[in-house]
């Protein structure tokens, strides 16, 4: 009874997600024009995942008490990038994958090694780290262009079987392969246990630089898979100034949607998964219903707004961590 409980209180805020999603999803299908169809689930999953990705990687540095307000300018770098080097023969394609992936590992490293051995705060360094990134992003591509192997795109951009969309399965692959294994290892652990106290992490012998290290790697791999996929679902490479930095906002509020505590400790990919799934189809909505679109963007920061506000919230529930899994 107790492992229920102690379950249930560590995947609250995740099945909380699922909820709203399933909720707003259901309202989505149920007024769209073309109703549940198979290419609007399509649609409105290749335009989630995008956001995805990038949640997952805020999600890796938020449970660590740090913010990454990079990830949205690597997310562009990439884009970039990879409508250079995504091109040609299935093997210059391949390599151009790779390339594009060490890049996106290279910014996090990037932003570890500063953080934990430069010693300054993650929201100075991520702030500096995302000019960077969107200079080299500018130098790539002054002007939108670009392409991509239409084969790979048309593939993880279409259907399963002619019925899964195929982005959601690239999403979970990505998911089990990096961070279940990444979150049941001793680094894993350890980057969970310096997001609840630091020091008490470190008086227990945990691995905490290594581990906020990895953290902060992985979150750029997983922002270069968004890059990526940006590539595949635009054919082309931009540097939009104003797409990285909503990116950025967007997968805050996506965490925090999803369970993550911005005080960190607590949450999963799983949780920020959803709660970016939640908050693109809030997107899908407001052009279900015609809203103006002058209007959009401030529904959307009230929304926004809203979110982060119930993460604050349950902070000033908890006079104890422990109080979580009583």
């Known amino acids: 009874m107790r492992d229920w409980r102690y379950w249930l209180a560590e995947s609250r805020g995740a099945l909380m997600a699922v909820a709203i999603f399933a909720v707003m999803f ?6 769209h024009p073309a109703g549940f169809t198979a290419n609007v689930v399509q649609t409105a999953s290749n335009k989630a995942t995008l956001l995805a990705f990038v949640a997952v990687a805020q999600a890796l540095v938020v449970i660590t008490a740090g913010i990454d307000l990079s990830v949205g300018m690597v997310l562009v770098l990439t884009n ?7 091109v040609g023969t299935p093997f210059q394609t391949g390599l151009g994958v790779l390339a594009v992936l060490g890049a996106g590992l290279a910014c996090g490293a990037l932003n570890g090694l500063i953080v934990i051995y430069g010693r300054l705060q993650p929201i100075v360094t991520t702030i500096a780290t995302s000019a960077i990134f969107y200079g080299l992003a500018l130098l790539l591509r002054p002007f939108p262009g670009g392409s991509v192997n239409e084969g790979l795109a048309d593939a993880l951009t279409g259907r399963v079987l002619g019925v899964v969309p195929a982005a959601l399965v690239g999403l979970g692959l990505a998911t089990l392969a990096i961070w279940v294994p990444f979150s049941r290892s001793v680094l894993g652990r ?27 790697t992985l979150a750029g791999l997983f922002a270069s898979l968004g890059g990526l996929f940006l590539t595949f679902y635009s054919y082309t490479g931009e540097a939009a100034y104003a797409s990285g930095n909503a990116y950025t906002l967007y997968s805050i509020a996506a965490v925090v949607l999803g369970g993550v505590a911005l005080s960190g400790g607590r949450g999963s990919a799983v949780g920020a998964i959803f709660g970016a799934l939640a908050f693109r189809t809030i997107g899908d909505l407001l052009f279900v219903f015609d809203l103006d679109p002058l209007w959009q963007p401030l529904f959307q920061g009230v929304v926004l707004a ?21």
């Open 80 to 86: 970039c990038l990879a409508s250079w080097l995504v």
């Open 26 to 31: 259901v309202i989505y299908v149920s007024n």
């Open 190 to 216: 350890a980057a969970y246990a310096a997001g609840s106290s630091e020091v008490a992490a470190y008086m227990s012998g945990m691995p905490i630089r290594r581990a906020k290290f990895a953290a902060y």
């Open 306 to 326: 809203l979110a982060v506000s119930l993460g604050a919230f349950g902070l000033l529930r908890v006079r104890n961590r422990l109080d979580w899994f009583e």
